[in-house]
């Protein structure tokens, strides 16, 4: 998988993303996403495809204000975690933000393990931009967010 393209999805993959963000959720690996907003979103992603074309993995780059965006929904199938496509895909996010001149990209995360290889740091909550709490609000888990804040300050 290694050799694999991270590329922009088209509409047509929506629904295969909503798929494995769903089956994500349900494992509590990350949140759910309403189709409506996965359309309203698309441009923010980033996929991979097996040899079939069919979408395994996903991430997006959500740009929250001036200088930062949230690197979001990243999520791998099963049969494919430990073989660097979370990493491609997380880089794509990252070189998308450097890109559009970005210099802080942030993350709430469970697996702050493979964010800290990727270069972030945990940092609190308070240190990330109210804005970004516009989703929370919407969260089950909202006030009691058990998720780790990880920043990572681009050079």
């Not at 349900?26 to 980033?46: A, I, M, P, V």
């Not at 800290?116 to 989703?135: H, M, N, R, T, Y």
Request: charged share 25%; net charge neutral; with cysteine.
């Amino acid at each position: 998988m290694m050799d694999s393209i991270v590329e922009k999805p088209s509409v047509k993959d929506i629904k295969a993303i909503h798929s494995l963000l769903m089956g994500g959720a349900k494992q509590g690996l990350l949140l759910s996403r309403s189709l409506s907003d996965l359309y309203n979103h698309t441009r923010e992603f980033f996929v991979l495809r097996d040899a079939a074309g069919t979408v395994v993995a996903c991430a997006a780059l959500s740009i929250v204000w001036e200088d930062m965006a949230e690197v979001r929904s990243l999520f791998v199938v099963e049969a494919l975690r430990g073989k660097g496509v979370g990493r491609l895909l997380a880089e794509a996010c990252i070189e998308d933000a450097r890109a559009m001149g970005i210099g802080k990209v942030f993350t709430l995360t469970y697996e702050t393990a493979f964010f800290g290889k990727l270069g972030f740091s945990e940092v609190g909550k308070d240190k990330l931009p109210q804005k970004i709490w516009a989703d929370c609000i919407h969260c089950p888990k909202f006030p009691d967010c058990d998720e780790v804040a990880m920043l990572r300050v681009l050079g």
